[in-house]
């Protein structure tokens, strides 16, 4: 009698779990497919970054913007790390900035680089249909060209 009450829970602990992953099943069936990454546009990033007395819209732009020029510093030196394995920290430096195609001083503050975004789609409106991310390159290169 033991064996067969054990048996009886073995099968109902069984069909319940069956009963979990069929809901589960259905539910990640019927769930949204993921959404791809999102592009901020450069009239978002000029709201924000425009916005008066708005702290938030302002620590959002700043963060856009350094985050944005810390990255591409970033994936720039990913890139020429393997190429460059023994380069000093001043040539692999020179390196990034030739492949940026822009020399933004090191000394440049965060609200600087801001106003440098800023003022660039302000001289170019009709480029703020475009990714910010791209806006931002531009404008360093127009702003920090680097020497020929």
């Known amino acids: 009698m033991a064996r ?7 099968r109902k602990l069984r069909a319940i779990g069956n009963a979990i992953v069929a809901m589960t099943t259905c539910a990640l ?3 949204p ?3 791809p990454a999102q592009q901020i546009s450069g009239n978002e990033s000029y709201r924000t970054c425009t916005a008066q007395d708005d702290l938030v819209f302002a620590g959002f732009c700043v963060g856009y913007v350094v985050a944005q020029v810390e990255g591409q510093s970033w994936g720039a030196m990913l890139a020429l790390r ?3 394995p ?3 920290v001043s040539d692999l430096n020179s390196a990034i900035s030739s492949s940026l ?5 090191s000394e440049a503050s965060n609200e600087q680089l801001v106003a440098v975004v800023v003022n660039y789609m302000d001289e170019f409106p009709e480029l703020r249909h475009e990714s910010a991310r791209l806006i931002v390159w531009r404008s360093l290169q127009n702003a920090f060209p680097c020497p020929e």
């Open 4 to 10: 067969q009450r054990g048996s009886m829970t073995c």
């Open 29 to 31: 069936s019927l769930a």
């Open 33 to 35: 497919p993921p959404l």
């Open 82 to 84: 393997g190429t460059m």
């Open 86 to 88: 023994d380069a000093s």
């Open 101 to 105: 195609t822009h020399c933004t001083p």
